[in-house]
């Protein structure tokens, strides 16, 4: 029987850099997304891996050939027009894409000495998410010959926050998995606040997805132009979602007061309190979209707010269990950040 080899503190302090500076990475990415979702870009680039056949995209209509429409009209039913604006908004979420796959390949890579620990998972999760990235860009590229079917889009976005949990999970571990935590409750009561929490924030995305396709919807017949009356054509999808909104808060609420009211870890309050800022900051930009004409830059800020609050929700609950899912196993040197927060 093999001993584990503890990992050293440079060892560990590397793995998590990377793991941190991965999922800003990943936010990113969900950024262009929201952008070039709102902009009505995805078809931007009608053919994929590249770009109008090109590894650089054209930045005018000259680079193109005659019969550009004849060559890439069909995928699109005949309406496509080259606008170079779209174009490079889609191909830069590209090359966030692949940026992003470097980065998780190097979060990879820095979790090979845990293989000789007592934390073997560390590098099974690191590997586990490099390969759902592939699938995620295997994934868009059905996006795009699928002409932006939503079902493609859905699983697409579900994709991105399976990602983000395991990134989140690989950070949170590796940060505070030696931090004590102070618990002034039962944490019985945190932990099924979390996952109702948790389960809340994951339906309400997933009505976001529905009522962005109902955009689509409408904007198909009316056109971007009449943006200002988008709203008002919209379905019965958009009040299940405004209305779930009200639930969101109050669940929300009511878990921000059972972790800072009964004298829990102050670790867990500080980032209750900011989920609670997010989800305020939220629930305003969809006030905005919903009665200022959904101004393009509102929906990327809306859909990166979502992912970011599901994300800080999973961290806590991650906190919550802190001895069933960041101890186990755990031999590695050096200090989280908590301290950082803490101040």
């Known amino acids: 029987m093999t001993s584990s080899t503890p990992i050293n503190i440079k060892a560990s302090r590397r ?38 056949g090109r590894w650089i995209p054209p930045t005018k209509l000259s680079e193109l050939p005659a019969d550009y429409k004849t060559i890439y009209g ?10 170079p604006v779209k174009t490079w908004i889609e191909y830069g979420n590209r090359l966030i894409g692949a940026f992003t796959g470097v980065m998780i390949f190097l979060t990879l890579l820095a979790s090979v000495p845990y293989l000789k620990s007592g934390s073997k998972k560390i590098f099974y999760y690191s590997l586990a998410a490099f390969l759902l990235v592939g699938i995620q860009g295997w994934l868009g590229s059905k996006v795009v010959s699928t002409e932006l079917m939503p079902v ?30 102070e618990f002034g409750i039962n944490k019985r009561i945190l932990n099924t606040l979390g996952w109702v929490v948790l389960t809340f924030s994951l339906l309400q995305i997933l009505l ?23 709203i008002d054509k919209l379905d019965y999808r958009f009040y299940v979602h405004r209305s779930f909104s009200i639930l969101i808060l109050a669940v929300n609420l009511f878990w921000f007061y059972e972790v800072t009211n009964n004298g829990s870890d102050r ?24 009665y200022f004409g959904v101004p ?38 050096g200090i989280g950040v908590d301290e950082i927060l803490l101040k």
């Open 152 to 181: 493609m889009i859905t699983l697409h976005m579900l994709l991105a926050i399976v990602i983000v949990f395991i990134l989140l999970y690989l950070f949170t571990w590796s940060s505070f998995s030696q931090r004590i935590l």
């Open 74 to 83: 069909a995928k699109l039913k005949g309406e496509i027009e080259f606008n």
């Open 296 to 333: 393009p830059y509102a929906q990327p800020v809306h859909l990166t707010l979502a992912i970011l609050l599901i994300g800080l929700q999973f961290v806590v609950w991650l906190l919550v269990n802190k001895n069933k899912y960041l101890v186990k196993g755990q031999e590695v040197g």
């Open 208 to 230: 976001g997805t529905q009522v962005r396709e109902n955009i689509d919807e409408v904007i198909k017949i009316f056109g971007y132009e009449a943006r200002a009356s988008w």
């Open 15 to 52: 793995f998590r850099r990377l793991a941190l500076n991965t999922v800003i990475t990943l936010y990113c990415l969900i950024i262009a997304g929201g952008v070039v979702r709102s902009t009505g870009a995805g078809m931007g680039c009608p053919d994929w891996p590249k770009c109008f």
């Open 267 to 290: 670790l867990l309050v500080k980032l209750s309190k900011l989920c609670v800022a997010i989800l305020v900051v939220e629930l305003a930009s969809g006030i905005l979209m919903a």
